[in-house]
């Protein structure tokens, strides 16, 4: 027998069931099952091809056409000619026997329709997810339309069951999951789920359902309406103006260049991106070429990945201007442009985050969202299309205790991380936006690889056993475990120890603290990606930073690098040292407020914490 059903991933503008309820369902019986009988299901190639979901939507259609009373019939030659439309598909080229989507599938059978041994094609009318953790929602949707196309799990222990033609059912020593498959759920009894799968029908029990479905789908066919079947509490009006909002839009396609325009250091990657959208939609698989023509004079070119982004990275080692003209030639053959200028300088620090914000960005992820440690995450949503990804990655890990807790979790608002994912996580940008995938965090971006907590240490600089010394904001390591030191003797770590996912511990390298669980930690050092400059006693040099000239924008450049507290003075052009700042004219706060009463300032400006200006203010005196 063959598999073939891709992991499921959600999309905000899927139809939901939910959405169609006017509160007036009829009651749903104890049991329930279809109004017609279907003698010979057929295989119709599943056996041989990763055709489920192809040959399920084929069994779907042999039940509507029954109970509509013109039965009709599906070959094996019918069913796999879907399959290779939607998903290039070659029975001659084993590589291509893939499996699908279930939505693509759906989608397919909505536009083009199923085609039977006739000749003739079988469309459906609409599809809606269904909530897979509501179960009489799912019995719901079964009993009112006859059929719904379920996304589940198999473990070997499942298929054992399936050949010595037992029900599906939850075992002690059940195995590991093994691949995705499509089963069409037709009827209940009260205490058995019953599909159709592999040519025959096939009962599973609730518990298994719940362990192992990973989506579900109602289907309302051409046939169903035809059939002037209705039901009542089913606001079918409401989703035939909906379909019929359906009708595609004219092509409105774009292309957004970010960064437009930035200012980097010398030998620092800046990473621009490049977003394809049609009405606002991602367009994924679209080749972006650009041409370099400032201080390089090159071509290079990358593709959009799912969310329609298109990533390239950008370094110089000379000073000045790099621009680049992006191209995009649309699916219609229109071609689209867009810019990005990035001057590189030795006058501008890089735009590393603060110790002070990588702190407090760490400390909101323990504090303000429910987290869980899932190896390999930085991030993301706890969805059974993640857990179903993790697990096929690292199968080793994710045991299927493990897996079945994950799942319990879906559709509670966790997001998963691991100890290096959370690290990543912070600096690639994560926000905690639930609808982003990985929670908002861009892939390898902001110039920081996709490293293990081992490779982060070394990477680090001043790395030191003596925690008498050790700065918030730091790395503390491990082998195999990293985590972020916040000051006060505490540490942000994601461990799978103590609270299962992002929590603050106490530091036992500096003491123990009431109330906290804690480790001792082998080793701390600074992260390449974090100044720490704002952190360690406040310098002079922290200070006051001389400009020769009125560029405020190199000013303001240099305060971003210093987390919104560096200050600038000004003292005309034969001023060569800081020293001049005691004599200066007008001392520039950038990220400070109003101060009037330095003496040996005439004006003072700025906008922000006052406390900053005064210590401007304060440190220009001392000079």
């Not at 499509?182 to 009260?190: A, K, R, T, Y």
């Not at 990606?529 to 009125?550: G, R």
């Not at 405020?552 to 001023?575: E, T």
Request: proline share 4%; with cysteine.
């Amino acid at each position: 027998m063959k598999f073939g059903k891709k992991p499921y991933a959600s999309k905000e503008k899927d139809f939901r069931f939910k959405t169609y309820l006017t509160g007036e369902l009829p009651p749903l019986p104890a049991s329930f099952g279809p109004k017609a009988q279907i003698a010979d299901w057929g295989m119709l190639g599943n056996d041989q091809y990763g055709n489920c979901v192809f040959a399920g939507a084929a069994h779907a259609v042999m039940l509507w056409t029954a109970e509509g009373g013109h039965p009709v019939l599906f070959t094996v030659q019918d069913v796999l000619s879907d399959y290779a439309a939607v998903t290039g598909f070659d029975p001659n080229d084993p590589s291509t026997d893939n499996g699908a989507y279930l939505r693509d599938a759906l989608d397919y059978g909505r536009k083009t329709g199923f085609i039977d041994a006739s000749g003739q094609r079988h469309k459906i009318k609409a599809f809606l997810l269904l909530d897979i953790l509501d179960f009489n929602e799912i019995l719901m949707a079964t009993y009112l339309f006859s059929d719904t196309k379920l996304g589940i799990l198999l473990t070997q222990t499942a298929m054992d069951q399936f050949y010595a033609g037992q029900p599906w059912t939850i075992t002690e020593n059940d195995s590991r999951v093994i691949g995705g498959h499509d089963v069409e759920f037709i009827s209940f009894d009260g205490q058995w789920i019953n599909v159709v799968t592999w040519g025959k029908e096939q009962k599973m029990s609730i518990d298994w359902f719940k362990a192992y479905c990973d989506e579900a789908w109602a289907q309302l066919s051409e046939e169903f309406l035809v059939n002037g079947k209705s039901p009542d509490g089913f606001d079918m009006t409401q989703l035939q103006a909906d379909l019929s909002a359906l009708t595609p839009k004219p092509h409105n396609f774009t292309i957004d260049i970010t960064p437009g325009k930035a200012t980097a250091q010398i030998g620092q990657n800046v990473t621009i991106q490049v977003a394809t959208k049609d009405n606002g939609i991602p367009v994924p698989d679209q080749k972006i070429t650009v041409d370099y023509g400032g201080i390089s004079r090159y071509s290079d070119s990358a593709v959009t990945d799912n969310n329609g982004i298109a990533t390239f990275n950008l370094s110089c080692n000379k000073e000045g201007e790099e621009s680049g003209l992006f191209r995009w030639v649309d699916p219609a053959g229109v071609s689209h442009y867009g810019t990005s200028f990035i001057t590189f300088s030795n006058n501008v620090f890089s735009s590393a985050l603060s110790s002070q914000d990588f702190i407090k960005r760490a400390i909101s992820v323990a504090q303000n969202y429910k987290t869980v440690y899932m190896w390999g995450t930085f991030g993301a949503p706890v969805t059974a299309a993640l857990i179903n990804a993790k697990a096929a990655q690292y199968p080793d890990h994710y045991t299927d205790t493990k897996v079945a807790y994950m799942k319990s979790l879906i559709g509670k608002g966790y997001f998963g991380f691991d100890c290096a994912g959370l690290i990543k996580g912070i600096l690639w940008g994560w926000s905690g936006d639930a609808s982003k995938d990985n929670g908002g965090a861009i892939y390898n971006s902001n110039g920081v690889q996709d490293i293990d907590a081992d490779t982060m240490i070394n990477k680090c600089s001043e790395v030191s056993t003596d925690f008498s010394k050790i700065v918030p904001g730091e790395a503390v390591w491990l082998p195999g475990h990293i985590g972020v030191y916040i000051g006060a003797g505490k540490v942000v770590e994601c461990t799978p120890e103590w609270e299962n996912g992002v929590q603050i511990t106490a530091c036992r390298n500096i003491g123990a603290i009431p109330g906290l669980d804690g480790r001792v930690w082998a080793k701390h050092g600074k992260l390449p990606y974090i100044n720490y400059s704002i952190e360690e006693a406040f310098k002079l040099e922290h200070a006051v930073m001389y400009f020769k000239t009125d560029d405020f924008s190199s000013a303001l450049m240099v305060s971003n690098r210093l987390g919104r507290c560096a200050m600038f003075c000004r003292n005309g052009d034969n001023a060569n040292t800081h020293k001049d700042a005691m004599a200066a004219k007008h001392l520039v706060v950038i990220g400070g407020s109003e101060v009037t009463n330095h003496p040996n300032v005439t004006n003072c400006c700025g906008s922000g914490a006052p406390e900053t200006a005064i210590l401007a203010a304060q440190y220009a005196k001392t000079l």
